[in-house]
Every structure is written in C-alpha cells, then in structure tokens.
C-alpha cells in the first residue's frame, strides 16, 4: 500500500493594505465615520439650529403665549426655534365695525383686543406653580378688496364661491395682518407691560383666467374655508394667484421678519418710557 499523500494546500496572500483601502472607501461613501487621532469622530449634528440671538436666548425656556388657533401662524413663529408655544386664543367677540375704522384700524385695534384679553385672561388665572407669560403675541388678518370692502372667513359655501369670484373679477386685493407682542415690564412700570404693534400690506393678484370650475373645486377642499379671503397661499389656493407685491408670509398670517422686530422691541427696549408716562423733563 502506498503512503498517502499530504492534502494540498493553497493560501491567498492578503495585500497589507487591503482593509485600509476598504475603510477608505466605506469612509468616503458614508458608511464609516472618519477616524481622528485614532478615535472615530462622530458625525456632525444636523440643523437647523434656532436662532442665536440676544432676544431668542433671552425668552428660551420661558413662557410663550400665542393668541391664535391659527396652525399656520403657530409654525410660521415656531421657525424661530420658539418650539414650546402655548396656544391661548382669545374668546372675546371680534365686534368692532368694519365701516368706522377701515381694514388698518380695524385689523389693528382686533390685533390688539386679542393680546390684551389674553395677557390678562392669563395673570387672572395665574397659578404659583405657572410662571406669568414672557411673551404674548397675537396676530388677524383680512382681505380688503379692490373696492375697500373688508373680507375675514368665508360664512358659507355659498359665500365662499362668491368671494373668490369676486376676488378673481377684481384682479387685484390687498392683505393686511396685523400683529401685536407684549412682554412684561421688568419695572413693573405702568402698565405692566410694553406693547409693540404693526400692520403689514401684501398686494395680491389674482388670475383672471381662473375658471369658475377651478374656483368650485377649490372651494370643495375646503382648503380656505378657515381663511381670510378664502383661500391659502401655502397650498392649492397658490393656482388662483398669479402673483404678490410684499410678503408671503403677510399673506399666510403671519410676517416672521416683521414679527421679530416687535419681538426685540418688546422684550429688549425696556428702558423706554410707555406713551403717555412722559415727565415734564422728558418733553423738549
């Protein structure tokens, strides 16, 4: 009998740099994080961040108000990085007459009924264990048409077919929103509290071209039932709408960069002296 034969073998010779050039790869596609000093280095956190400055750091952690049901406007002001927003709509009756203040007058005085209702709704109720407010910022809206006739929420379907023709026939309306920011006084100086407000002016222009039929089928999502002048910028009422002068988001509800500055002119300028508290010193 023959001696067996030792089974054969063979061996692969494994380049040195073989796994480095694999991590190198899986590093460049994002498979691997990157090594640094011989640690692997975590990745960067995504943004985006809110906001660093001195009026955001000052209010973060503290109590917000909105005095709006308004999803749009809750979002609009969340962007901000004001993310723990309370929302307390104000349930006083919106009751003042169109015809003696006119769209500015009106859009503002409303504005401001509302932040003050709430503002006091809330110091009424307050609670130890509840902070007072540091900030409460209320905003309305409305449509004026091209004639000056002054248009909020649509009251029906009916009414809501009409607006938007109308709307339509006029080509061009104007938007206006006013908002209102109060913040406490630190001083506790009367009245308590420094209130800021604008008003904010978008020209709108819709397309003429819009058929009756689009406007019935946009009236049946019910996209804009809840809107002033009955329609949404931010969604399908953007086909009614062939173009705007002035903000976006004026129109949406909100105006985010005019909101910021009665923000800071609110909660920052408090060394300021409120209307109507002038001394004799202070009058040239």
Request: hydrophobic share 35%; glycine share 6%.
């Given at each position: 009998?023959?001696?067996?034969?030792?089974?054969?073998?063979?061996?692969?010779?494994?380049?040195?740099?073989?796994?480095?050039?694999?991590?190198?790869?899986?590093?460049?596609?994002?498979?691997?994080?990157?090594?640094t000093?011989?640690?692997?280095?975590?990745?960067?956190?995504?943004?985006?961040?809110?906001?660093?400055?001195?009026?955001?750091?000052?209010?973060r952690?503290?109590?917000?108000?909105?005095?709006?049901?308004?999803?749009?406007?809750?979002?609009?002001?969340?962007?901000?990085?004001?993310?723990?927003?309370?929302?307390?709509?104000?349930?006083?009756?919106?009751n003042?007459?169109?015809?003696?203040?006119?769209?500015?007058?009106?859009?503002?005085?409303?504005?401001?009924?509302?932040?003050?209702?709430?503002?006091?709704?809330?110091?009424?109720?307050?609670?130890?264990?509840?902070?007072d407010?540091?900030?409460?910022?209320?905003?309305?809206t409305?449509?004026?048409?091209?004639?000056?006739?002054?248009?909020?929420?649509?009251?029906?379907?009916?009414?809501?077919?009409?607006?938007?023709?109308?709307?339509?026939?006029?080509?061009?309306?104007?938007?206006?929103?006013?908002?209102?920011?109060?913040?406490?006084?630190?001083?506790?100086?009367?009245?308590?509290?420094?209130?800021?407000?604008?008003?904010?002016?978008?020209?709108?222009?819709?397309?003429?071209?819009?058929?009756?039929?689009?406007?019935?089928?946009?009236?049946?999502?019910?996209?804009?039932?809840?809107?002033?002048?009955?329609?949404?910028?931010?969604?399908?009422?953007?086909?009614?709408?062939?173009?705007?002068?002035?903000?976006?988001?004026?129109?949406?509800?909100?105006?985010?960069?005019?909101?910021?500055?009665?923000?800071?002119?609110?909660?920052?300028?408090q060394?300021?002296?409120?209307?109507?508290?002038?001394?004799?010193?202070?009058?040239?």
């Open positions: 009998m023959s001696e067996k034969q030792p089974l054969s073998t063979s061996t692969t010779t494994i380049p040195a740099n073989t796994a480095q050039v694999s991590e190198a790869a899986a590093i460049e596609h994002g498979a691997l994080p990157a090594r000093g011989g640690a692997t280095k975590q990745p960067l956190p995504r943004g985006p961040f809110p906001l660093d400055i001195p009026v955001l750091n000052q209010l952690g503290k109590r917000i108000i909105l005095a709006s049901k308004s999803p749009r406007r809750k979002q609009i002001l969340s962007s901000l990085g004001l993310t723990n927003l309370e929302i307390m709509p104000s349930n006083k009756p919106e003042l007459s169109k015809e003696d203040l006119g769209p500015f007058e009106y859009v503002l005085q409303t504005a401001t009924q509302k932040c003050l209702d709430v503002y006091q709704t809330t110091l009424e109720h307050s609670l130890v264990s509840i902070p407010p540091a900030l409460v910022v209320s905003a309305d409305v449509i004026v048409s091209h004639h000056g006739r002054i248009l909020e929420k649509p009251r029906s379907e009916l009414d809501h077919l009409n607006m938007l023709k109308m709307l339509r026939d006029q080509k061009t309306h104007k938007c206006y929103t006013a908002v209102v920011a109060l913040a406490p006084r630190e001083d506790a100086r009367y009245p308590g509290y420094n209130i800021e407000t604008t008003v904010q002016e978008t020209k709108v222009v819709f397309d003429d071209l819009v058929s009756d039929e689009l406007i019935e089928a946009y009236v049946k999502t019910r996209e804009g039932a809840d809107k002033a002048g009955g329609y949404g910028l931010q969604g399908m009422g953007s086909l009614l709408v062939e173009k705007i002068e002035g903000s976006w988001d004026n129109v949406v509800g909100l105006p985010l960069r005019a909101t910021l500055a009665l923000i800071e002119k609110a909660v920052l300028n060394d300021d002296i409120p209307l109507g508290e002038e001394t004799e010193d202070d009058i040239i």
